[in-house]
């Protein structure tokens, strides 16, 4: 069965060593993609609707933002390996506050999942590698 990993300069980079994406035959899978843009890295925030003091602490926080971002950040890794936002077959999301976050979530979600409706798993966790409030992990076919 053939492999290949695919890499974009049009998201955010890895946090560690692994790619953005891997096909195996008709299946691509996503690494976990968050909400930073493009060119940033674990060093720097980079995070839409994020602002951090210089302790690290919140300044501003809009996960409406986040999660727009971390949906284009899909779509554009997507895109890249071949693929499309229509031939996703299955979302992992992680939140780290699903009290808080998961309303915004699930009707930002509505949104862009109007047309295509993969199976879906929603996973609260207490944090991610770096200063985000949601991780996405995806199946697609290719």
């Known amino acids: 069965m053939s492999q290949q990993s695919f ?5 955010p980079k890895p ?4 790619p953005h994406a891997r096909q195996v035959g008709n ?3 996503l690494s976990g993609v968050g909400p930073r843009t493009a060119g940033s890295d674990a060093t ?3 995070v839409p609707g994020l602002e951090l003091d210089k302790n690290g602490n919140f300044k501003a926080f809009d996960f409406e933002a986040q999660c727009r971002s971390v949906f284009d950040n899909v779509r554009v890794i997507l895109e890249a390996s071949g693929s499309g936002w229509d031939k996703l077959v299955d979302v992992t999301v ?3 506050d699903m009290k ?3 309303q915004t979530y699930n009707r930002i979600y509505a949104e862009y999942f109007k047309d295509n409706q993969p199976c879906r798993t929603t996973v609260a966790i207490d944090s991610l ?3 985000i409030a949601i991780e996405l992990k995806c199946i697609a076919t290719i």
């Open 7 to 11: 890499n974009t300069d049009k998201a």
């Open 15 to 18: 946090v560690g060593l692994y």
């Open 27 to 29: 299946l691509l899978f």
């Open 44 to 46: 720097d925030s980079g």
């Open 94 to 96: 992680f939140l780290t």
């Open 100 to 102: 808080r976050d998961f």
């Open 129 to 131: 590698p770096t200063p």
